[in-house]
């Protein structure tokens, strides 16, 4: 969401400033920093005053830095019907995002944990939040409608099924902050982690359709 200062006058070259700023952010996050508004106005090349007019503030870097692409589905357009190819698939998909945006999801979770306070952050306010929400990304609950699209072969076969109650089982047992306890504190690789919350899932899916 741009600020009103990038809304006004040379907004392409704004938008380049930006995106820069936002890419070092990302990068310093990949690197295991927890960068603020001077260090990725370092990394970048910008200087901070300038960098303090598109980020008030860390929180509000930090929240641009989260993936901000919204699909609204993981799967391709040739899914299959299959109830558990299609789950396979849709987990493969699902972790591999969790994964590759790793270190952007890790600053989310932390930040979605957080009140939001300071200028620029208040309900609905700042990059990452929502019209009227004041929310970070990751509590709008987004990964929800992909699991369920994952899970539509079920409406037809198993009308007795909630599955939008499924949806959110799954997607609070298999979603970054799994993926996180089961690197962080169980000591498990990634692809084991992986292996883990897909085997999850369709236990969820077989309790439910028992």
Do not use: C
């Not at 508004?37 to 370092?42: H, L």
């Not at 620029?120 to 990964?143: H, K």
């Not at 079920?154 to 939008?164: G, K, T, Y």
């Not at 085997?199 to 309790?207: G, M």
């Amino acid at each position: 969401m741009a600020t009103p200062y990038e809304s006004t006058g040379r907004t392409a070259q704004k938008s380049r400033t930006r995106q820069a700023l936002v890419a070092a952010t990302r990068d310093l996050l990949a690197e295991g920093h927890t960068p603020k508004v001077e260090d990725a106005a370092e990394r970048s090349g910008i200087s901070r005053t300038t960098a303090y007019r598109y980020f008030p503030n860390q929180r509000s870097l930090l929240l641009a830095a989260h993936p901000a692409i919204s699909p609204d589905t993981l799967l391709p357009a040739d899914a299959p019907t299959d109830l558990r190819a299609r789950l396979d698939l849709f987990m493969a998909e699902f972790t591999r995002y969790n994964l590759t945006w790793e270190p952007q999801l890790r600053t989310s979770l932390r930040l979605s944990l957080e009140p939001a306070t300071g200028p620029g952050t208040g309900p609905g306010t700042g990059p990452g939040t929502g019209p009227g929400t004041g929310r970070p990304v990751l509590r709008r609950g987004r990964a929800i409608g992909w699991v369920a699209d994952a899970l539509a072969p079920l409406r037809h076969s198993h009308p007795h099924v909630d599955v939008d109650r499924l949806a959110v089982a799954i997607r609070s047992a298999t979603g970054i902050e799994t993926l996180i306890w089961l690197i962080d504190i169980a000591g498990y690789t990634r692809e084991e982690a992986a292996v883990t919350v897909a085997a999850t899932a369709h236990a969820l899916v077989d309790a439910a359709t028992s």
